[in-house]
């Protein structure tokens, strides 16, 4: 999806205590370089009485105490890091993400592929062949939000959640794909399972790849994956990783 983004955003009360800076209103890569260039300025030099800085697809949600930090001070900090040069903290990655999509983990892709009038190889040569960026984390820990979902499997969500899935999974729905780290009941489809743990709380970095970074996936079976599985939950990083 592409949109305009207007010149100044929309500053939103979230409570007493959080102000949201909104950029646009639709999953757009332009919209997500200006949330995460004024949340890398706002992380450079934390303002004093900002508690947390949380990014999405289209906006940066920041908490502060309102008794340390006044609004309007807050909203005047935000305008004067959005008037300096935009400094990236970091380079984008490009991530490979090994995924089986084989029985018995991929246990919505026939259903997802008949729906959308393909069949499972089809399908699976389509999610496998585009290049996605991680647009946000949310929803439970190390879900990661991934646009560039291609149009001809671009599915929507299920009317009713189907019943717990595994832990690792890959998914699409609502012309999206992600990758749930818990297993939960959901109304997207499970199309794969990535040996990778993208979210390890004894890391020194839990989350293993940042909003703003791409990802793609290579198809392994169901052997492969087993090898990997076990290597991952010793800790090891399987996933490759290139920066620009």
Known sequence: MTSECPLRPRFLDAGEAALVVEFGTEVD???????????AALAA?????????????????????PLRLGRDALVALVEERLAAPVAHARAASLWTLPCCYDEPYGEDLAEMAAIMGLSAAEAVAIHAGATYRAYMYGFAPGFTYLG??????????RTKPRPPHDTKVVLVGGGLSAIATFSMPTGWY??????????????????????????RFEPIDVATFARLDARAESGEVIALRQTA
């Open 45 to 65: 030099a934390t303002p004093e009485g900002v508690r947390e800085l949380v990014p999405t697809y289209r906006s940066l949600m920041i908490h502060y105490d």
């Open 29 to 39: 890569p332009a919209i997500s370089d200006r949330v995460l260039a004024l949340d």
């Open 148 to 157: 560039g979902l291609p149009e001809e499997i671009a599915i929507s969500r």
């Open 190 to 215: 499970v199309v794969g399972r990535t040996p990778e743990r993208l979210y390890a709380p004894e890391r020194p970095s839990a989350f293993l790849i940042e909003p703003g970074d791409s990802l």
